[in-house]
């Protein structure tokens, strides 16, 4: 199902990102309409579903389990030729064209459909405060501007051991966070701290990380989660109540976005999510057929 970044182009009309039910179901409506689109996600999608014991309000499918409906799911994208390239999105440019950044390379798309689900973890205090100004996302991105200063890796899985590696070589000093239990790859010059994350502190940029018992003088902060939030992934999109902020056509505040799915808040349902992602496509398809007639929206 995943394909690889040196077979996608550099132009899409349309970008989805995450590959949740809200996703899969606004590739497919994509698909169908036969638009120039591309589905960014992880090598596992949807792993909440995945942990459903049983699913009782999918229609025609009574009492099934949720892997069983993920399976379904993944295979009618298969059988409809729809990839799921593995691309962590770490920040996006608004447009349009929009700029999707990753670690290794951009995209640009006429349109956008945030699927991304809602992450677990909160914001740390002070970490949207400081956001460019020495907190981000993607170590390995912007590693270069801490060359011989002091970074701290905040990460929620294993990939943080990779970015803080990254940075072990670059830096005078790493401090590694982690949010989870089994270390398996950390380079030895990496120096593991076993507190929590009470505030990150600064005036104009990162100064300190502070872990309750103790506080690191630190010039950036580098956070590692299997979600970023929606609002930390594009500057002007506009929230409510924690979920972005749509109308009943799911667009958001900025033209050309939209969003379907848990991250446009509860109810948190499974069937939510795929009607949302399919009308989030159509629409989307609307936009992108008024821009090629210059009518605009």
């Not at 009574?62 to 409906?69: C, F, H, K, N, T």
């Not at 990939?159 to 590696?165: F, K, M, P, S, V």
């Not at 100064?207 to 309750?212: P, R, V």
Request: hydrophobic share 40%; charged share 25%; aromatic share 8%.
């Amino acid at each position: 199902m995943s394909e690889d970044l040196s077979n996608i182009k550099d132009h899409y009309e349309l970008v989805i990102i995450g590959c949740g039910p809200a996703g899969m179901a606004a590739a497919l409506n994509s698909k169908i309409r036969k638009r120039d689109f591309i589905l960014l996600g992880s090598e596992f999608c949807s792993p909440k579903l995945a942990k459903a014991p049983q699913i009782d309000n999918w229609l025609g499918f009574p009492e099934i389990s949720g892997e069983e409906l993920r399976q379904r799911f993944l295979n009618h994208l298969k059988e409809k030729d729809i990839a799921i390239v593995p691309f962590k999105v770490t920040n996006i440019y608004p447009g349009p064209p929009f700029t999707v950044m990753g670690k290794e390379r951009s995209l640009e798309a006429d349109a956008l459909i945030l699927a991304t689900g809602v992450s677990a973890s909160k914001l740390f205090p002070g970490e949207a405060e400081l956001l460019g100004m020495g907190v981000g996302y993607c170590a390995t991105c912007d590693g270069p501007l801490y060359k011989d200063k002091i970074a701290a890796i905040i990460s929620y899985n294993q990939e943080g051991e990779d970015e803080a590696n990254f940075m072990a070589g670059i830096c005078s000093k790493v401090y590694y966070v982690p949010y989870y239990t089994e270390l398996t790859r950390l380079d030895s010059r990496v120096e593991i701290k076993k507190g929590k994350v009470k505030k990150i502190l600064g005036k104009q940029k990162v100064e300190q990380l502070d872990l309750g018992e103790e506080q690191l003088n630190v010039d950036g902060v580098f956070i590692i989660r299997d979600n970023l939030p929606a609002e930390q992934l594009i500057s002007g999109l506009e929230m409510e109540e924690g979920a972005v902020k749509v109308n009943h056509k799911l667009e958001t505040s900025l033209p050309g976005l939209f969003a379907a799915g848990d991250c446009t808040g509860q109810p948190y349902q499974l069937i939510k999510a795929a009607g949302e992602g399919g009308t989030a496509a159509l629409q989307a398809v609307k936009y992108l057929d008024s821009l090629k007639a210059g009518q605009g929206v």
